[in-house]
């Protein structure tokens, strides 16, 4: 988590990274002597005549020694110090931010996936009870008119004797289905 918050403040170099040191309070307590030892290990793997292909040689022993006399000097190290301890406590403070976030994240979704199984649970009840219809109060509606029968198709209208005899056959189905029911006592619906 703090070298993620290092990584972001372009501008702010670990200088007990770049010695290959321990970077957290293990880093302030070490002594001039590591320092120096540190130091010395790292001139001799990184001075640019050791690498002559790397055209970025200079540049990082450059930095190394600067991040040497940074930490070498006792007040600019207290003040180095303090900036990585309030760059640790920043990432800490994000990190318990962020958790206090998918905690509550994952709180609302909880509540969510409840409510919706209460409203699923509110409404299978409401439909899995049987209502029962009541035939509507007054006068019983008149008979429907005798059933005629159907016109005789003539020859020159272009319906096949059979079409009209299936319709036929249909409005008579329709007239009894009709008829049974009005006769009989309130269906229950579901």
Partial sequence: MVKKALDRDKEFIDHYRVLCLPTNEEG???TIKQIKKAYHDQCLKRHPDKRPDDPKATSDFQRLKSSFEILR???SRAAFDAR????REEALRASLRDAKRRKLASDLKNRERAARKEKMAEF????SKKTTFAPAPGPKPPPPPPSTPPPQPSPSSGCSLDL???LC?????????LDLCRHRP????K
């Avoid at 299978?124 to 439909?127: G, K, L, S, Y």
């Avoid at 056959?169 to 289905?177: K, R």
Wanted: charged fraction near 20%; include cysteine; aromatic fraction near 0%.
């Fill in 84 to 87: 990585l301890r309030s760059i």
């Fill in 169 to 177: 056959l249909c409005m008579c189905l329709l007239q009894l289905h």
């Fill in 124 to 127: 299978q009840a409401r439909n």
């Fill in 73 to 75: 000097d006792v007040s």
């Fill in 164 to 166: 009209l005899l299936l």
């Fill in 186 to 189: 309130s269906a229950k619906r």
């Fill in 28 to 30: 302030s307590k070490l």
